[in-house]
């Protein structure tokens, strides 16, 4: 296989902008990703819209989607008009592939939600691979799914390799492995790294994304919570893993390095950036690669059917949702009586985190 392009998740915020000036001057960025529908409903500046055409030109630039919530189990227009807009955006602008997060998001204000996971279930995964082909439909260039960092229990952890193994199989999608998901998940439950990545299909891995995040104090003072929020350094642990890793993912085309725009505002963190940004194509160019030839993707027949639903299991997200954001006790989070979540098998320190993240971001 041939070595993966190095390139950055674009961000509008000026501090960012004037961080990789140097590095867009120099040609090290290969390729950019570009969260198309965070600018669904604004303008995008005249500079914006030159950069991200001129890697669309060259048959460099990669969409990643936020909020099409995948696993929302009620269909809705703001999922109908999340595609229409991505079929526009997709005739002005070509992209290599798109991709979106797994997880749902079912508030009224979702543009300030954040992906939750959900339970493997034969009905759950009827509707990933509903609303996954529908995104599928929209396009002609491959659609894949990036693994989440947050989860309610070790099962979550487990599960989700298996799970997103299954979700994009009958598109012949991919995944992005996020390494500092996987990180996240590795610190929050004490388990290894590597343990994690090897229960997911690397060989359906096309994109993998690097970044740092946040510790956060524990509620219960046992230890410190691993947060992905893309405001620090890669960590290290991932840095050394990276080469194995390269090794497993056959099918590698890019890798992406994500940093938020308005967290690189003075000289030292630009130096971490950029110092992150060379230790990671100075792995890129020493590694060792399979020798294996890349498969290509094979374009599915679209099918047309009636979104599938399932109202209990909206009315348990919107609950669930709601009881997060509404500060409950813990005790009460974990005996809420669900059919297709479990809370009582969660973990109570991220039962807090997730309340913590949800009233953060203010989704009603």
């Known amino acids: 296989m041939k070595k993966p392009l190095l390139g950055l998740s674009m ?47 060259n048959e460099r630039l990669i969409g990643h989607g936020v909020y099409y919530s995948l696993f929302d189990a009620r269909w809705n227009d703001r999922q109908e008009n999340w595609l229409q807009k991505l079929k526009e955006e997709c005739k002005c602008r070509k992209y290599n592939h798109i991709t979106e997060h797994f997880g749902f998001m079912n508030t009224e204000n979702f543009h300030q939600g954040v992906p939750l996971p959900v339970p493997l279930l034969p009905k759950t995964l009827q509707i990933g691979k509903d609303r996954l082909r529908r995104l599928q439909d929209a396009v002609e260039i491959p659609v894949g799914v990036e693994n989440l960092a947050f989860s309610f229990s070790i099962d979550d952890v487990r599960e989700q390799g298996h799970f997103l193994d299954m979700l994009v199989e009958d598109i012949d999608g991919f995944l992005i492995l996020d390494l500092h998901n996987i990180y996240c998940q590795a610190c929050n439950f004490q388990i290894d790294m590597q343990e994690i990545i090897n229960l997911y299909p690397l060989g359906k891995v096309r994109e993998i994304h690097l970044s740092g995040g946040s510790w956060q104090e524990s509620a219960y003072g046992r230890r410190l919570i691993r947060r992905d929020t893309h405001d620090d350094s890669i960590p290290d642990e991932i840095l050394k893993i990276l080469p194995k890793v390269l090794s497993q993912c056959y099918n590698l085309e890019y890798i992406i390095i994500e940093r938020l725009g308005n967290t690189l505002n003075n000289d030292t963190e630009k130096q971490i950036f950029f110092s992150d940004f060379n230790h990671v194509k100075e792995i890129i160019e020493v590694s060792v690669y399979p020798d294996i030839i890349r498969q290509d993707w094979k374009r599915t027949e679209k099918i047309y059917s009636e979104p599938v639903e399932d109202l209990l299991l909206h009315e348990e997200q919107t609950r669930l949702t709601k009881l997060l954001f509404d500060g409950n006790n813990v005790e009460s989070v974990k005996n809420g009586k669900f059919l297709y979540f479990k809370p009582e098998n969660w973990d109570e320190e991220m039962i807090m985190t997730a309340q913590q993240i949800i009233r953060k971001w203010n989704p009603y």
């Open 11 to 57: 961000m509008p915020e000026a501090d960012f902008v004037s961080a990789i000036v140097p590095l867009l001057q120099s040609n090290s960025v290969e390729v950019l990703e570009w969260s198309f529908d965070t600018f669904y409903d604004a303008e995008e500046p005249e500079w914006l819209s030159g950069l991200l055409n001129f890697y669309a030109g």
